[in-house]
């Protein structure tokens, strides 16, 4: 059975870019095609290879980490509802081989935004722009990662990735922010670039400091970003002197 839904539906932001009076007509021309996917890989050359030509892939529901491998090191994007996957980020690099492939962390539904639908909304440029937003908020996130990964040591890394990822999907709490995410610690270390058995390590630094409280993908961010960075330098600065003859 082919499911289709109304993507201003099924995506609230993109409708808020109307004025209620005339949210009802755009809804009627952006229908699109949905597939499901279950938890596990998940094969989506296919459907990219569909809507070559249109926006692309929209994430209307779920979690799913996409895979990027080169040799033997591999690195890891979160992708959830309002990300957009474009076609033509799978052309091949001729001077280095990669690999990519996606996993399903939590059911997700894909919205597929084709040719056809790119023609239905050329009189809403509204959409296209927004649509072209999500491809750059994507672009953003790389580079905050990017950048988190240019700290040293691995605690750092892992707590601002933490806070990075609490910006979207934490949860305020008291006293902190409530993180709960399906990652593995092997896909945290692809996340900071770093070895599984590093990321328990770090994780346990962390509880004991009283920053990072809990496991198995439902953490507690302790206070706030600006008290664990002072927290971290500071434990930093004690070992540096403490070393120092």
């Not at 993507?7 to 009802?24: G, N």
Request: hydrophobic fraction near 45%; glycine fraction near 10%.
């Amino acid at each position: 059975m082919t499911l289709r839904t109304y993507l201003l539906d099924a995506d609230d932001d993109l409708a808020q870019q109307f004025e209620p009076r005339t949210r009802f007509a755009v809804r009627q021309g952006t229908t699109v095609r949905v597939v499901e996917a279950g938890l596990g890989e998940c094969h989506l050359q296919p459907l990219l290879h569909e809507v070559r030509g249109g926006p692309g892939l929209i994430v209307l529901a779920g979690l799913t980490a996409k895979e990027t491998r080169v040799g033997d090191r591999a690195a890891v994007e979160l992708l959830g509802a309002g990300d957009l996957l474009q076609p033509w980020a799978l052309l091949d690099d001729t001077l280095l081989e990669r690999g990519e492939s996606w996993r399903v962390l939590s059911p997700t539904r894909f919205g597929l935004l084709d040719a056809e639908f790119g023609e239905r909304i050329k009189p809403w440029p509204q959409l296209g722009q927004a649509l072209l937003r999500r491809a750059f908020r994507r672009i953003a996130d790389l580079d905050t990662i990017r950048a988190i990964n240019g700290h040293p040591r691995l605690e750092v890394r892992l707590d601002l990735l933490m806070w990075h990822l609490a910006a979207r999907w934490g949860r305020v709490e008291l006293g902190g922010i409530r993180l709960t995410l399906p990652l593995t610690h092997k896909l945290l270390g692809e996340l900071v670039a770093a070895e599984r058995p590093s990321i328990t390590h770090a994780l346990a630094r962390l509880a004991d400091a009283g920053l990072v409280i809990g496991e198995h993908g439902d953490w507690h961010l302790v206070g706030s970003p600006d008290e664990h960075l002072e927290s971290l330098i500071e434990h930093t600065v004690r070992l540096t002197h403490r070393r120092s003859p």
